[in-house]
């Protein structure tokens, strides 16, 4: 079954760095794809934290993370990650990655765009707790 796996949150003290990966399995390959980092903490709505294009040109940053979160293909084009330094409480959230093919979201050729709606493919979800 294809799907997408993130791994890699945990709970980290406020100006920690956590890596977040997220890879393509069971017959599913991110190379290729538009993939998206998104948020969502209990009680908000899911929010786009940062997306990548297909061929890895272009990149959105949330204004929130802008500075501390770097998203990432790494060689192995399966794999995306989102390197999150300097972390803060209000990080606290399930982080979910998505992808779908990079000719249908608008993510794929605009940076002010990281839109859940967009993307088809989805794991589920990570948690990311911050706290002293």
């Known amino acids: 079954q294809a799907q997408v796996v993130e791994s890699g949150g945990g709970s980290v003290q406020p100006g920690e760095s956590l890596t977040l990966s997220c890879a393509g399995s069971g017959g599913l390959n991110l190379d290729g794809y538009a993939v998206g980092w998104f948020r969502q903490a209990p009680g908000k709505e899911r929010e786009g934290v940062s997306c990548?294009?297909?061929?890895?040109?272009?990149?959105y940053t949330a204004n929130s993370v802008k500075g501390r979160f770097t998203m990432s293909r790494g060689n192995d084009k399966n794999i995306v990650y989102l390197q999150m330094n300097n972390l803060k409480p209000e990080d606290t959230a399930v982080y979910y990655c998505a992808a779908d093919h990079g000719g249908d979201v608008v993510a794929d050729y605009d940076d002010t765009v990281c839109s859940a709606a967009e993307f088809g493919s989805w794991g589920q979800g990570t948690q990311v707790i911050v706290s002293a």
């Open positions: 990548l294009s297909s061929i890895d040109s272009v990149t």
